[in-house]
């Protein structure tokens, strides 16, 4: 019912609007429920997940390993409601030390019938100081695990090696300072960004990496890696993620080829911006189990990409990641979804439990 609502009716109809301005919508709509019981149980009582699919991961406990990824609730406004729509946890950011007005317009498109955003954003977001403000505030709702991202300011001040790195240094103390967020992720990977990639080179990683080992997080820290990468500049990036004692990976970032898309024509002819979902999927679940493979079963893999069904989601958990990580399925798919994924990973959970 709640799917055929959202599909036929609500979702036809959001979409003719811009997307940034829905997501505006639905973030301010989730902070005003989320600040009151009743919007929180109203919502539960739609969208809560019904069963148990719950994770100790790095001895944090999920009580669903699905996590909204970062860039939805990239200022810290959904911390007291995402519970109520079976989220295990929240990312919340990119954030970065400085505030981000974020690129030009238009900063997100929908490629409707190939199930992709085109995402422009430039990690648009407050600053560091801003967030930290606003969740120290705010109590986080009972059972979200909160992670923060950190990426580094879209601005010129970033544009040489060591300012960049200043400044992932300066939004890393400031939140281990303030005592917040259960895990941290640093984003290596935003598409979109002042000077690129520039922490997907092996060498720049590891004068990042090296830096921020001057500060003692006290909680599990996590990198997030690109899906526009070859198997052994992968296992380069593996390796020196694990030699600098991270617990682990996000696999990972948006997809920059825009030959993945079903409808090509859907996107600008030049780059202007990474894809979202479907094109996603399986690059992610590629490179999922081939670090698994690699790493044993001692590091932590947080799949993240195209994951529109529960089926998706199973997929990506049987290719080897321990949590999991989503935005556009929610959109194209309806805010169900992550109580199906819930109810599906239960039911394997079941299933495996008993005797054969
Ligand atoms: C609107 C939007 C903004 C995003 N911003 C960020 C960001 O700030 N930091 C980041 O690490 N990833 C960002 N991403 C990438 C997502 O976290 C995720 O890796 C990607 O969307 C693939 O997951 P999905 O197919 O479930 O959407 C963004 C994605 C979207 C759709």
Partial sequence: MLRFLYKKVLKPVLFLFDPEAIHHLFVRVGELCGRFAPGRGLVR??????????????????????????????????????????FGGVEVGSVTARPCPGNEPPRMTRAIRSQSLIVYKGLKNEGVDVIIERLQKRPLQKGLI?????????????????????????SLKKLVAADLGDYYTINIS?????????????????????????????????AKLPINIELDALDELLDIVHEFGLQGVVIGNLNKDYDTLDHREEAPEEYRGGLSGKPC??????????????????????????ILSADDALEKLDAG????????????????????????????????????
């Fill in 45 to 86: 009582l739609f969208y809560g997940a019904r069963h148990d699919a719950s994770r100790t991961v790095d001895g944090i406990t999920y009580t669903n390993p699905v996590v909204l990824a970062a860039g939805f609730d990239y200022n810290a406004r959904l911390t007291q409601i995402l519970h109520s729509v079976a």
């Fill in 190 to 222: 935003c598409p979109n960004v002042y000077g690129g990639e520039n922490f997907t080179h092996p060498g720049r990683l590891r004068q990042l990496l090296a830096t921020l080992s001057d500060v003692d997080p006290g909680r599990p820290v996590y």
């Fill in 281 to 306: 999927r399986d690059p992610s679940t590629e490179l999922i189990r081939h670090a698994r493979q690699r790493m044993g079963p001692d590091f932590t893999i947080i799949g993240c990409g195209g």
């Fill in 146 to 170: 909160l992670g923060i991202s950190i990426a580094m300011t879209n601005d010129e001040g970033c544009a040489t090696l060591e300012g960049a790195i200043d400044d992932y240094h300066t």
């Fill in 321 to 356: 990641a321990d949590l999991l990580q989503l935005i556009s399925g929610m959109i194209f798919e309806g805010p169900h979804l992550m109580k199906d994924i819930a109810r599906a990973i239960a039911h394997r959970d079941t299933q495996q439990r008993l005797p054969p």
